[in-house]
């Protein structure tokens, strides 16, 4: 368990003005959709409370988190019956795969644009990071523009690394 929020990042952190933000939809939907951010904060954002499990063997508690559900994202998405998976896709060009089945189960996956309070910083992903807090935080990628919907899951940036597929923490599935 730590405290602290320690700040761990391959590459440059991005510096992302909300204002030049987009988050594009595409792949297996009926069709594309790009939202700007007020268009994207504007489909309601809720908060939930959760803790962050990182493979890197460290723990935080009581997260508060403000964002926009996916459940909610995914309401104004028309995803083909052949969609399976999601392969969230960065600023900075950091990719990660989740299934829609694990998204789905996960009534605190969110768009995060806010921590305990405060706007998220940009270190932890800000302006705008997912959090699944059911998986490994490496699966809550941060600098979201968008989600790329796809017909069967396949690796992501630390996946085609060895980090297990999945990333459950309580099956400890840290490493392929």
């Known amino acids: 368990m730590t405290e602290g929020w ?10 992302i003005a909300p204002e030049s933000w987009r988050f594009r939809v595409w792949g297996e939907v009926e069709r594309e959709i790009m939202w700007s951010w007020d ?15 990182c493979v890197t063997h460290w723990s935080r508690y009581d997260n508060e988190w403000e964002g926009v559900l996916f459940a909610d994202v995914l309401g104004r998405i028309a995803v083909k019956r052949s969609a399976a998976a999601v392969m969230f896709h960065c ?5 990660t795969n989740l299934t829609l089945e694990d998204l789905a189960a996960d009534d605190h996956a969110m768009f995060a644009v806010r921590h305990n309070g405060q706007p998220l910083a940009r ?11 059911s998986l490994y935080f ?11 919907f796809l017909p069967e899951d396949r690796p992501g940036f630390w996946e ?6 999945r990333g459950e923490p309580w099956a400890e599935e840290r490493y392929g």
């Open 6 to 15: 320690p700040v761990l990042t391959y590459g440059a952190t991005p510096r």
């Open 39 to 53: 268009e994207f904060l504007a489909i309601g954002t809720t908060h939930r409370t959760n803790d962050i499990h």
């Open 91 to 95: 600023y900075g060009g950091y990719t």
């Open 123 to 133: 270190e932890h992903g800000g302006p705008m990071r997912l959090v699944v807090p």
């Open 138 to 148: 490496w699966k809550s990628p941060k600098w979201v523009g968008g989600m790329e």
């Open 160 to 165: 085609m690394y060895g980090y297990h597929i």
